[in-house]
Nanobody
């Protein structure tokens, strides 16, 4: 089992930056991390993924160039640096962990999910 705990969400203004953290605990090997978000009335949206082993990454087109995913294997934490935030970035942000290695964009391929952290961007 893996437990994921997100932190770092909050209320910011358009143009601000925010860094989300997700701490993983448990004995199960993690092959990949991902960040997703879900706005009210919308489906869960893929944002970014990173391989825990070689650090390769992939991003959704909607956040490419503004968001950056990184991981620190020594403290089992994955981060999402979000810059130039827009009101449409308002959502609950979730981190996820997969046992499978590599980079993963599909939510159903993740085995573990955090509880989510709210990000609200005011105009």
């Amino acid at each position: 089992q893996v437990q994921l705990v997100e932190s770092g969400g909050g209320l910011v203004q358009a143009g601000d930056s925010l860094r989300l953290s997700c701490a993983a605990s448990g004995r199960t090997f993690i092959g990949a991390y991902g960040w997703f978000r879900q706005a009210p009335g919308k489906e869960r949206e893929f944002l970014a993924t990173i391989s825990r082993t070689d650090g390769s990454t992939d991003y959704a087109d909607s956040v490419k160039g503004r968001f950056a995913i990184s991981r620190d294997n020594f403290v089992n934490t994955v981060y999402l640096q979000m810059n130039s935030l827009k009101p449409e970035d308002t959502a609950v942000y979730y981190c996820a962990a997969a046992v499978s290695p590599g980079i993963i964009r599909v939510p159903r391929e993740y085995n573990y999910w955090g509880q989510g952290t709210q990000v609200t961007v005011s105009s």
